[in-house]
Structure formats: structure tokens, C-alpha cells
């Protein structure tokens, strides 16, 4: 098993910033793409930012330059730093990792989610 663990989310102003922070432990032996999603109630749970292995990235146009996704592989860690925050960020955000279960193939794991609130 694989256990997803995120935290940082919390209350904060818009333009304000947060760094949100997920961990990986359990059964890891390789993890491929790593990212955050969000969701808000009665919506798709939406791709905020990705980041491969390689370090290769992928931010959702409402996001670009305000959001910026990093990951350690050696500590099996990805972060994401939120700058100018607004309102309509405010979403459960969850962190996903992807594991190689055979060739061409992935599970997806996700932690249980962390909120974030963008309020005056």
C-alpha cells in the first residue's frame, strides 16, 4: 500500500500565498507522474499541476504563473507553491501519485485531500 499525506492548505487572502506539501511512504519503489488536483462541490476533480520523474510539467491555464509544482524523488515528495491566490482557487486539494504496475500501465493513488480557502 501507498499512503499519500498532504499538507499546508488553511485560510488565506487573496494574493496571499500557500505551499502545500504531499508525502509518499509505504510499498514505494518508483513513482511516475506526481501532481495536485483539486475539486469543489459538484465539479470534476480538475489537474492543477503535474510533474514527471524527469521533471517535466504540466499547470492548468487558469494557474500558469502563479502556481509552481516541484517534487524530490529521493524523499518521495511534491509541493506545490501557490502565489497570488484567488478566490476561485478555493477547492479540496488532493495529491496524486502514479505507479508503474506493468508496462503501460498505472495506479493512481491519492491522498485524502487538504483545503483551501481564498477568502477576505
Known amino acids: 500500500q501507498v499512503q499519500l499525506v498532504e499538507s499546508g492548505g488553511g485560510l488565506v487572502q487573496p494574493g496571499g500565498s500557500l505551499r502545500l506539501s504531499c508525502a509518499a511512504s509505504?510499498?514505494?519503489?518508483?513513482?511516475?507522474?506526481m501532481g495536485w488536483y483539486r475539486q469543489v462541490p459538484g465539479k470534476q476533480r480538475e489537474l492543477v499541476a503535474s510533474?514527471?520523474?524527469?521533471?517535466?510539467?504540466t499547470y492548468a491555464d487558469s494557474v500558469k504563473g502563479r502556481f509552481t509544482i516541484s517534487r524530490d524523488n529521493a524523499k518521495n515528495t511534491v509541493s506545490l507553491q501557490m502565489n497570488s491566490l484567488k478566490p476561485e482557487d478555493t477547492a479540496v486539494y488532493y495529491c496524486?501519485?502514479?505507479?508503474?504496475?506493468?508496462?503501460?500501465?498505472?495506479?493512481?493513488?491519492w491522498g485524502k485531500g487538504t483545503l483551501v480557502t481564498v477568502s477576505s
Open positions: 510533474i514527471t520523474s524527469s521533471g517535466t510539467t
Open positions: 509505504g510499498s514505494i519503489f518508483s513513482i511516475n507522474g
Open positions: 496524486n501519485a502514479k505507479y508503474p504496475v506493468f508496462y503501460g500501465m498505472e495506479m493512481d493513488y
